[in-house]
Every structure is written in structure tokens, then in C-alpha cells.
């Protein structure tokens, strides 16, 4: 199997409006793949077609090998959070996930409502019904419910919205993890692109219902100049640091800050040493906004496809 999912043409009209127009994507298993598009670009709508949830206009896709109407067969491998997370408010998020194992028929559900509350951080909701969880906390149980049955693939649409800087962080661990130790394949959404790109491996570029471009992260990172930016109390003395650190692609942008352009897997290292020296660091960011600005000049600047 070449693909674990493969579409082909796949074209989505409401009326006359055409949301999504012959959409070939190409997914590995293994891969994250990373859906940018800004709102309104036709990712939900290529979500829903590929789940299962929408019937296409025209074109087709096949999914673990089988295409046509036996794609259809092998849904239940499927784990997906589209739009709104399907919760019942007066439940706990135990009896949430309780009831969609049922579903699903999953045995021993007890262990896996147990180990899905850790991985997506609500563990500690106790009794608390989810109908008085916050948006972010909604979002985590939604995610919860899309990993139900242990699914070869999970499909999430902007799954980071409404979540808080360490929400955020411990969702993309936690689907970094599943990635890595259970094989499972991901397929996210997401007009955040600083986000997206810390976790996909490969990415879909998706501009007016259109797939304008796929391709890998290694390929993605030769045309986007990724970054360390250094915020330090004397970058006169902390550009000697780096250059005895044997780091000579940097820039002084203003009075505190330095962007380095090598060795960005060592920004501890660069923090230790910054210390030892007596400097201290105020933050210290690998920044992506160059990503931000290839998918602008993809799509014909900034004007009026500004990412939200």
C-alpha cells in the first residue's frame, strides 16, 4: 500500500458554489499531515468527504487500500474531531468516552477511558459534567473521543482552537507520542502555522477550495528560513559567545535581539552557555513565520489572505 489514503479529483459543490474543486491529496501511513489553509479554504470540507461525513460532488478516494464504495468498509478505522466535539453536557468526560466505547464496541474500556483523560489532560475533571468544561477543555475531551477503538488514522479539524499556550503543548506532545509509539496517522487542520509546523511531517497547502501544493517538511524547511530568535541583556557579548560556540550564522537585529540561522536543535546549549557568561536570556523561540510568508506568496500576498 502506497497511501494510506489517496484522493482523486475530489470536488465538493453547495449549489453553485463550488467549496472544494478536484483535490488530489497523498497521505502516508506514519505521517502527520499538516492541512494549511486559511478559514473558509475548504479543509473542513475535505475532512469531511475523507471521514465520511460528506458525499462528494465529483471524484472519489481510497483509504488503506480499498477505493470506491469499499472505502466506505473501513471507516471505523477512522477517529475524527470535526467542528464542534459531539458531547453530551450533562455527562462526565468518563461517561463521554464511556458511551462512545459502547459504541464502538472497545472491551476493558475502563483502562483505555483511563489512559485517553491522561493523554489529553483531564485526568482531574472528576464529576464535573462537560457541559460546564471550557471551550479548551471541550476541545481535549473531543480529541479523547476521536482516539476511541485505537484508529489507524485520526482526522482533526483545528484541534488547538480555544486551547491555552500549555493546552497546546500538551496536545502536540501527546499526538507526537501517538504518532511515534502506536503508528497512528494524523491528519490536521489548522490556519495556525507556527503550531503545525512544530509537529507535521508533511503538509498540504490548500487556497480557495484548490490544493495548490504538497510537500514534505524537509522540502518545506529548504524554502522557509526557520530560526532561533534570542532575546539577551548584551548581544554584544553574547554574539562572542556564539562565535566561540563555533555559531557564525546569526544577525543583530535591534538592541536585545539575535536571530540565529544554524544549529537550531541547541538552543539549551546556547541558554547554558549564555549563563555561564553572565548573560542572561530574557526568551529564546525558534521562530516559523517564514512559513506564514511562503504560503502568503503562494497565494498572491497578503492583502486578502491574511492567516487568522
Known sequence: ?????????LTKRYGRHEAVSRVSLHVRQGDIYGLIGRNGAGKTTILKMISGLAAPTEGDFSLFGYSGKAAKQVLHRVGTLIENPGIYPNLTAAENLRLKCIAMGVRNSKEMISSLLKIVGLSDTGRKRAGKFSLGMKQRLGIALALVGEPDLVVLDE????????GIAEIREAIEKLNREQGI???????ILEELS???????????????????REALLQKCSERIELKVDDTARACTVLE?????????V?????QIFERLEDSGE????????????????VKNEALEDYYLNLTGGAQNDKLD
Open 1 to 9: 500500500m502506497e497511501y494510506l489514503l489517496k484522493t482523486n479529483a
Open 244 to 252: 566561540k560556540m563555533g555559531i557564525h550564522e546569526y544577525k543583530v
Open 185 to 191: 496517522t494524523f491528519i490536521i487542520s489548522s490556519h
Open 270 to 285: 546556547i541558554t547554558v552557555q549564555l549563563a555561564q557568561n553572565g548573560i542572561k536570556t530574557m526568551s529564546i523561540t
Open 159 to 166: 484541534p488547538i482552537n480555544g486551547l491555552d499556550p500549555q
Open 198 to 216: 512544530k509537529m507535521a511531517t508533511s503538509y498540504g497547502i490548500v487556497h480557495n477550495g484548490t490544493l495548490l501544493q504538497e510537500l514534505t
Open 254 to 258: 535591534d538592541m536585545d535581539t539575535i
